[in-house]
């Protein structure tokens, strides 16, 4: 069987590519060196830097290489190991209500109608608050003495827990202020994703008797699982990013019940400036980040060659 030669256009286009090659260098290579001096080269210099011993407060210098010490300290210290236990949780319990939450949002507010659209609208308030306000404003709402929160609790009879000076109550104000912000982002998201889908999918779907319930698993669900699964990944990691929730609503108190993974790492580099231990638990949180954007997209392309 003869072999067939690309097409005349396709051939042109090869040509092409291999005659403009360097130009495409030349005009690509100002913004790869603005990527490599604004984040290689901290990376870079910060992963260095986690393997030497260095606090600013007693050396403007650093001491040298410690090799792992810095990593050894920070895995077998109570405060590090408290504050991933307090991110797993906050960023678990959070996300899960956020993405159950929003979907059912989103389906009750899919519409054009003027009292929908005024609906959303009204719901996706919280989500353009500075996140700095939000917690400032909640920290007053969840004041025990002179909070809204307690106030309205009190005329149903119910007595107000110490919100921000219980150590259990802390963690639950935090990822209740985490779930207020960040749950019209899944509404939007998923609402977007609902009105995607084609119409005449779900028409043949009732056509052939199927209830509500079995379009929804059977073809809304396959079709916004990707969209679903990404969504998770976004607010997996912002949540995990957040500092100023925890500054301004609580500042890691009472104790260390409400530290973070960030929070420890803003005090541990910029309050203690301890600079190597600061870097080191960054790249360790970069090292997980990663391990989570891979497992999502290994689990987006399963999802898709299904």
């Known amino acids: 069987m003869a072999i067939r030669s690309p097409p005349a256009g396709q051939r042109r286009r090869k040509r092409r590519l291999s005659h403009d090659w360097p130009w495409y260098l030349l005009f690509i290579l100002p913004a790869f060196v603005v990527v490599v001096a604004v984040q290689f080269y901290p990376l870079a210099y910060s992963l260095l830097l986690s393997f030497q011993d260095w606090?600013?407060?007693?050396?403007?210098a650093t001491e040298g290489f410690n090799g792992l010490e810095n990593f050894r300290k920070l895995l077998s210290g109570n405060v590090f190991s408290r504050s991933v236990r307090n991110s797993a949780i906050i960023t678990g319990a959070a996300v899960l209500v956020e993405m159950?939450?929003?979907?059912?949002?989103?389906y009750l507010t899919v519409g054009s109608s003027?009292?929908?659209?005024?609906?959303?609208?009204?719901?996706?308030?919280?989500?353009?608050?500075?996140?700095?306000?939000?917690?400032?404003?909640?920290?007053?709402?969840?004041?025990?003495?002179?909070g809204l929160v307690n106030h309205l609790l009190g005329f149903v009879g119910i007595d107000g827990p110490q919100w921000l000076a219980s150590a259990e109550w802390a963690l639950v104000s935090v990822i209740l202020v985490d779930i207020w912000i960040a749950?019209?982002?899944?509404?939007?998201?998923?609402a977007a994703g609902i009105t995607s889908i084609p119409g005449d999918l779900k028409e043949?779907?009732?056509i052939d008797g199927a209830s509500r319930r079995q379009v929804f698993l059977r073809i809304e669900l396959p079709l916004l699982a990707p969209l679903l699964l990404l969504t998770v990944m976004y607010r997996t990691l912002d949540?995990?990013?957040?500092?100023?929730?925890?500054?301004?609503?609580?500042?890691?108190?009472?104790?260390?019940?409400?530290?973070?993974?960030?929070?420890?790492?803003y005090?541990?580099?910029?309050?203690?400036?301890?600079?190597?231990?600061?870097?080191?638990?960054?790249?360790?949180?970069?090292?997980?980040?990663?391990?989570?954007?891979?497992?999502?997209?290994?689990?987006?392309?399963?999802?898709?060659?299904?």
Do not use: E
């Open 55 to 60: 606090t600013l407060t007693a050396s403007q």
């Open 100 to 106: 159950v939450l929003g979907m059912a949002l989103a």
């Open 114 to 146: 003027w009292l929908i659209r005024s609906v959303r609208t009204v719901l996706i308030l919280p989500m353009v608050i500075a996140p700095v306000a939000a917690g400032t404003l909640w920290r007053m709402m969840l004041n025990s003495r002179a």
């Open 183 to 190: 749950t019209p982002f899944v509404l939007l998201v998923v």
């Open 204 to 206: 043949a779907a009732y």
């Open 239 to 265: 949540s995990l990013l957040s500092l100023d929730t925890v500054f301004t609503l609580t500042l890691g108190g009472p104790g260390y019940s409400t530290y973070t993974l960030t929070y420890f790492i």
């Open 267 to 306: 005090t541990l580099g910029l309050k203690s400036f301890n600079l190597g231990q600061a870097a080191a638990a960054s790249w360790m949180f970069m090292l997980f980040a990663g391990s989570v954007i891979g497992l999502t997209f290994w689990m987006q392309q399963r999802l898709q060659s299904r």
